[in-house]
């Protein structure tokens, strides 16, 4: 596609259940990122992938959060028995690699839990 | 570790003010270093970036010049339009993987 695509744009789901976010990275993006955007943290890293494979994990909150790419493309971050606190706008990141290539974002998926 | 300081905002000016937001960062090797943008109701979009010392990134009227002395890499505009109205961030970019770590970002408000 032209851009970053994140499905669905917003989410509201009850304390307790799993939700799946998903990305669709620019065409022949081998790199991919998840971010999240909320108030008290700003913008923090959640976990990196190259191709199918994610060598950087650092930034998941908690066992909760998991990710997963496939076929190099689309790549979909669940999030197990929400809680308040993951409320916050979940943003999709790509590039053509990891080196100092531009990364593109997509718009988000607001996610409030309640 | 690595980490981004930016100044708080919100920041208010009038239109053709000087801007200048300021961003200092901490980072072990050479990081290159990014400011984005984000307009209202809009996704994040690089404004300019700098890959090494002395390095002047420059973008719609935007510059920022990253200063190894001074760890700094501080965005000006020389005369704001009502249309830069956003918040903006400064990043440095982790190799290898390329990760960005992000200041809290500066919301700018420019009236006219």
């Known amino acids: 596609g032209a851009g970053v695509s994140q499905s669905p744009s917003n989410k509201v789901t009850e304390k307790g259940k799993d939700v799946e976010l998903r990305c669709d990275p620019i065409s022949g993006h081998t790199a991919l990122y998840w971010y999240r955007q909320s108030l008290g943290q700003g913008l923090e890293f959640l976990i990196y992938f190259q191709g199918n494979s994610a060598p950087d994990k650092s930034g998941l909150p908690s066992d909760r959060f998991s990710a997963e790419r496939t076929g190099g493309s689309v790549s979909t971050l669940t999030i197990q028995r929400t809680q308040q606190e993951d409320s916050a706008v979940y943003l999709c990141?790509?590039?053509?690699?990891?080196?100092?290539?531009?990364?593109?974002f997509g718009q988000g998926t607001r996610l409030t839990v309640v | 570790g690595n980490s981004v300081t930016q100044m708080e905002g919100p920041v208010t000016l009038s239109e053709e003010a000087f801007l200048t937001i300021n961003c200092t960062y901490t980072?072990?090797?050479?990081?290159?270093l990014f400011w984005y943008v984000q307009y209202p109701g809009e996704g994040l979009q690089l404004l300019l970036k700098?890959?090494?010392?002395?390095d002047k990134g420059s973008n719609k009227g935007f510059e920022a010049t990253y200063r190894k002395e001074t760890t700094s890499f501080h965005l000006e505009k020389g005369s704001v339009q009502v249309s830069d109205s956003a918040v903006y961030f400064c990043a440095l970019k982790i190799l290898p993987g390329g990760k960005l770590i992000f200041g809290q970002g500066t919301e700018l408000s420019v009236k006219p």
């Open positions: 990141a790509s590039s053509l690699g990891p080196g100092n290539t531009e990364a593109f």
């Open positions: 700098a890959t090494k010392a002395d």
């Open positions: 980072a072990t090797g050479y990081p290159s």
